[in-house]
């Protein structure tokens, strides 16, 4: 059994998987071990020896989104509780692709509603990518969602758990990307997203992928 290669960086060949244990399974991911026999030995069509890695498989994958209001050159942040790291994070909107049959964009669409009370009417993607790649296959899409306006009172989500105290805020994507360096944004689809826009910008605004491009590092289902 052979890993498939995905995204186009991928390099080939990869590695062979000589037997695969599942540890843990749950609704959004599995914990699995992995007996490999690492590239270069496979390329060079000898044994070699083999090596043991533990790792989450089958994430569901999620989705952020960078919401920028162009007139005041802000975007939206929200800060929430995060238990692994036993701490409150700034964060994009972001949330599990956990909705069976959901697209991306629709996922990232209702994400903005339930997290940020806004909606938008001009969507781009504007960075891919696999978080931790050495102990997990999670993949996140953050789009850019501009035009935006507020979600009527009526249709707003009635935040629970974790989101019940959050905290939204618009800051200049100028200081916004200053805390980066100050180190008040750890969280890494925030920090991506927003070196990612302030370069667009500063690229004066090159031709993003469509709002539905095609994600060849979303885990399959």
């Not at 999620?62 to 036993?86: F, G, I, K, N, T």
């Not at 806004?118 to 102990?135: H, K, M, Q």
Request: charge should be negative.
């Amino acid at each position: 059994m052979t890993s498939p290669s995905s995204g186009p960086g991928a390099r080939v060949p990869t590695a062979q998987v000589l037997s695969s244990t599942e540890r843990f399974r749950n609704g959004f991911f599995r914990l699995v071990t992995d007996e490999v026999r690492l590239p270069a030995a496979a390329a060079a069509d000898r044994d070699g020896s083999t090596v043991s890695r533990d790792y989450v498989s089958d994430h569901l994958g999620a989705v952020a989104v960078v919401a920028y209001d162009e007139a005041s050159d802000a975007v939206v942040l929200v800060r929430q509780y995060r238990h692994p790291v036993r701490r409150e994070l700034w964060e994009l909107p972001a949330g599990l692709l956990d909705v069976p049959g959901e697209s991306a964009l629709d996922c990232a669409k209702r994400e903005l509603a339930e997290e940020a009370d806004l909606v938008a009417a001009r969507w781009d993607v504007l960075v891919d990518l696999v978080v931790t790649p050495g102990s997990s296959d999670e993949a996140i899409r953050i789009f850019l969602a501009r035009e935006l306006s507020d979600l009527p009172e009526k249709l707003r989500t009635e935040r629970l758990e974790e989101e019940a105290g959050m905290l939204i805020e618009r800051v200049p994507l100028a200081a916004a990307v200053g805390r980066i360096f100050s180190g008040d944004i750890e969280n890494a689809a925030c920090v991506a997203g927003l070196l990612a826009l302030q370069n667009t910008k500063m690229a004066m605004w090159p031709p993003l992928r469509a709002a539905e491009a095609t994600w060849p590092a979303r885990p399959g289902r």
